[in-house]
């Protein structure tokens, strides 16, 4: 009954008609303040998370978590080599690949860029790939047809479409004491990639038996591939795939390569969460001063509740009441229901400005995707709001401990 009491008269003086101009103020400002702050901190938690799922679907699962290439001898009996590797705990696959360096010609344009050869069957189980092919081309991805798959930016630099021709450059067969000239091949377009980052700029594939017939390295092949079960174990995994090979071997995974990105993101994030955690708690303590105010307003009616038996405890839940519902509750609230909506439609609403303005915000060539992603946790989202809460309820008990101490023949004679 106390408390209902207490919460009933704290909402009657928090959004009551006799409150004084600079009071309505103050609590205007610090409502809108913790309003805003929440309202960002959702957005930018959700923008990491966005960035965070897209680095674990879109590049963990196109890059190889782990690769082993040879020191000194070749990898001619890979086949068996295989089937130990898989049975390492934590390889899900492994898959054979042939690394080498092109230049793409097409037009006038030329392109310099690594060049893979793979088993389409095999790659598909370390891979993603062909969930990123347009259309059937990685049904049709055959050896022996002069066929390659190239990225999105690749295709866009050197201004192809799928059905042309382009001639790649890739250094001779290898022939003791002898200087050889570039070797020119004809390969057709029969697919294009589509990562949305700057892996579009960096893929070029072509069928793994092409690519040892080209680089006459016979049944050779320039390293394997590996698939971890857990990809940010995969350092401590390589390792240990190095040792069951009993071969000299060169180690290397993702983390070395991409982890930074993921290190960035966990960085970024628990900056945004500290500056903005700041943010929130200098306006809630905006409501010291709202209440402090507020209780020198309301002498008169503390008064009033003395002389009717209100105890201190009462006095004091009521102010305390009074600070929540003012700024915390609504402000809280409202940052809440902004910040989500927003987060929920942020791709779009970026789109929409990159199309107003004409300015791309994420360049695909520079970023691992060219777009702004989101994704909404309910778990951050309910942190936030109740540390607004707390740091709310922390801010309203000084000023409700003064008023619960205000004597009401001082408080009258004052008025």
């Known amino acids: 009954m106390i408390n209902g009491l207490a919460f009933f008269i704290g909402f009657r003086f928090s959004y009551g008609k006799s409150q004084s101009g600079i009071a309505s103020l103050i609590a205007i400002l610090s409502t809108f303040g913790i309003t805003l702050s929440i309202a960002v901190l959702i957005i930018s938690l959700s923008a990491m998370n966005g960035f965070e799922r897209e680095l674990n679907q879109r590049i963990l699962s196109v890059v190889p978590h782990g690769e082993l290439e040879p020191v000194n001898q070749d990898f001619t009996e890979w086949i068996a080599l295989l089937s130990k590797i898989e049975k390492v705990s934590g390889v899900v696959a492994a898959a054979p690949y042939i690394r080498f360096t092109g230049l793409i010609e097409h037009g006038s344009k030329v392109l310099a860029l690594q060049i893979k050869g793979i088993d389409p069957k095999l790659e598909s189980r370390v891979s993603a790939l062909s969930s990123y092919v347009k259309r059937e081309a990685w049904k049709n991805f055959l050896p022996n047809k002069h066929q390659i798959l190239v990225g999105q930016g690749i295709v866009n630099s050197l201004s192809l479409k799928l059905g042309d021709w382009i001639t790649i450059m890739i250094p001779s067969c290898h022939m003791e004491d002898q200087i050889l000239h570039p070797k020119y091949i004809r390969l057709q377009l029969i697919g294009i990639l589509n990562v949305n980052g700057i892996l579009n700029h960096s893929l070029a594939y072509i069928p793994m038996e092409d690519a040892q017939k080209l680089l006459c390295i016979g049944s050779n092949i320039t390293g394997i591939a590996i698939k971890a079960k857990n990809p940010f174990e995969a350092d ?93 509750v609504l402000g809280s609230l409202a940052g809440t229901i902004i910040g989500s909506f927003i987060a929920f439609k942020l791709t779009s609403i970026v789109k929409i400005i990159e199309k107003l303005t004409g300015c791309h915000f994420l360049s695909g060539d520079v970023y691992f995707i060219d777009f702004l992603p989101s994704e909404v946790k309910i778990f951050d989202v309910a942190i936030i709001f109740m540390t607004s809460i707390a740091l709310s309820l922390l801010a309203s008990w000084y000023p409700a401990r003064k008023a619960s101490r205000l004597l009401p023949a001082k408080a009258l004679s004052l008025q």
């Open 236 to 328: 401590l995994l390589i390792r240990q795939v190095g040792e069951v090979t009993n071969l000299y071997v060169y180690l290397h995974s993702w983390i070395g390569t991409y982890g930074y990105m993921y290190h960035d993101i966990q960085m970024i994030r628990t900056i945004i969460y500290l500056s903005i955690v700041l943010v929130i708690g200098i306006a809630c303590f905006n409501i010291v001063s709202t209440l402090i105010i507020a209780v020198q307003d309301k002498r008169r009616q503390i008064a009033i509740l003395r002389t009717f038996g209100a105890t201190n405890s009462l006095i004091r839940s009521i102010f305390i009441w009074y600070g929540l519902l003012l700024g915390g």
